[in-house]
């Protein structure tokens, strides 16, 4: 890599400032020009299939329940209608950790590719709430002029008309939110009924509401610069070989304005500065890859425009690793890649595995602590067993136990034998036995577990016995018999 030729000849103190940040300190607000182009209609129907995905899903119920619930509050979730509980907890940590190092791995081969095109931030931001300064206050320029006019009727009317439209959008978004944690009835319930019922549930609503807004309204591109952990950790999770939104410096440079009817010797940048005045985070992409970029794809769209119009090739800034600009290559598989790659493979391994394995309904049986056997009046001992059940599904369920391998009675004490759903029972039982059978002091014991007349799991256990005292009273029996002959 020493050979190769840097990327920033000018220098790097584009890095000592923010591009939302005056020198004085002050935030200095961002006013993107609208961008246009092939990446921004993809972008645009994209966002629109998200948005739908995430406000349609809620609706969608298997069996009377949510398809998806992330209700974090009870610990309660269903993925594609399955039901996870906080007995599944092994699951989700696994899971998270499958998730992070599916992140890593991602990102070291596509960059910050899920900011641009994925995260809920950006959708929103560059899809929905910047349509609408378009829409009610006009381009970039009409919006800056706004902005520092004094207040005049028609600022009034267009400013009042966008705080109502981006209020409006931000109780729907927190209603959305609340149906992915709560599920869409119980979100109906406290839209309907009144307030005093659902203080917790109204208050929620409305501090979602009241975060959306001021985020969207106000925070904007301050949240992917200043809070977004993911990020921050694009230094670490980005290398040379990363695919980002890149500039071709060697291809662009040395820049310099077109002039009319003179033959151009510098490169195929005009500083135009089309690609700066787009930009929704303030930056010039031209300096490199910098920690505000969020991957929008407006600056690619608004350099393609400018290399349309002066009939160059497309692509000045494009997506590519500075490898691939340096070196016309690219190189996916780096040792980095093939290790997040090995765990991830590991990781999702076992992951299906314990999917596949994991049972809906888990019984144990073993006996209460403490307890010896018990001699029955009728011949018979008894031994007294913990039945744990846990019902992992939506429905309540019958249990019934038999014994397999000995003739002997099950006496189960009250009337638990239903669990209801996504909840765990505790039964005790009695296992009675006749003396006769026992032939040691432990007896192997063989149950088999049914739900709803299903067999559903086959239990080892064992069983007490008064073993020696039997083979005494034979004894005496034996001795009986012998003195009678
Ligand atoms: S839009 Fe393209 S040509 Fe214009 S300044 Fe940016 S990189 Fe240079
Ligand atoms: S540099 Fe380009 S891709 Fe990055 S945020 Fe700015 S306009 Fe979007």
């Known amino acids: 890599m020493s050979e190769l030729p840097t990327e920033n000849d000018a220098g790097e103190s584009f890095r000592d400032s923010l591009g939302i940040v005056e020198k004085s300190g002050k935030r200095k607000w961002v006013y993107p020009k609208e961008p246009k182009g092939r990446f921004t209609n993809f972008r645009n129907l994209f966002s629109g299939i998200l948005l739908l995905i995430l406000f349609g899903t809620p609706f969608i119920t298997v069996d009377g329940h949510p398809l998806m619930l992330f209700d974090i509050i009870n610990r309660q979730f269903i993925l594609f209608g399955f039901a996870f509980g906080p007995h599944d907890f092994y699951l989700l940590g696994l899971s998270m950790i499958t998730a992070i190092v599916f992140i890593f791995l991602f990102t070291a081969v596509f ?141 662009g440079e040395p820049r310099g304005k077109m002039k009319r009817n003179e033959e151009r010797t510098s490169g195929d940048c005009i500083d135009c500065n089309e690609c700066v005045v787009v930009c929704p985070t303030g930056i010039d992409i031209r300096n490199g890859t910098q ?70 309904i888990d019984v144990t049986i073993l006996r209460s602590p403490g307890m010896f056997y018990q001699e029955q009046l009728n011949d018979q001992v008894s031994n007294l067993y913990d039945m744990k059940v846990l019902n992992k599904t939506f429905e309540q369920r019958d249990i019934q136990v038999k014994l397999l391998n000995v003739k002997g009675e099950i006496k189960i004490l009250g009337d638990n034998k239903s669990v209801p759903p996504q909840a765990a029972a505790l039964t005790k039982m009695f296992v009675m036995l006749d003396k006769k059978s026992i032939t040691a002091m432990n007896t192997p014991l063989l149950f088999a577990v049914y739900s709803n007349g299903k067999e559903i799991q086959r239990i080892s256990t064992s069983f007490l016995g008064p073993v020696e005292k039997r083979e005494k009273h034979d004894d005496r029996e034996h001795g009986n018999e012998r003195r009678e002959k």
């Open 291 to 360: 920690l505000e970029c969020v991957n929008c794809t407006a600056c690619i769209d608004a350099c393609d425009n400018v290399m349309d119009k002066i009939e160059k090739p497309r692509g000045l800034i494009r997506y590519d690793s500075l490898v691939g600009i340096q070196t016309k290559t690219r190189k996916i598989f780096t040792s980095r890649v093939i290790g997040y790659s090995i765990v991830q493979a590991l990781l999702l391994s076992l992951l299906t595995f314990f999917l596949i394995t994991r049972s809906e």
């Open 111 to 251: 960059g910050r590719l899920f900011c641009g095109w994925i995260c809920p931030q950006t959708v929103f931001m560059e899809s929905v709430f910047r349509k609408i300064d378009y829409w009610v206050e006009g381009d970039h320029k009409n919006q800056r002029r706004l902005n520092e006019s004094p207040w005049t009727a028609e600022k009034t009317l267009k400013k009042g008309t966008k705080y109502v439209i981006y209020f409006v959008i931000s109780f729907l978004t927190a209603n959305m939110l609340l149906a992915w944690v709560i599920g869409i009835n119980a979100l109906h319930r406290i839209v309907i009924e009144p307030v005093n019922e659902h203080v917790a549930g109204f208050t929620a609503m409305m501090l979602f509401t009241g975060l959306f807004y001021v985020i969207f309204i106000w925070f904007r591109e301050q949240a992917c610069i200043l809070v977004c952990p993911y990020g921050r950790l694009q230094g670490v999770l980005l290398d040379t070989n990363s695919i980002v939104i890149a500039y071709d410096y060697l291809r």
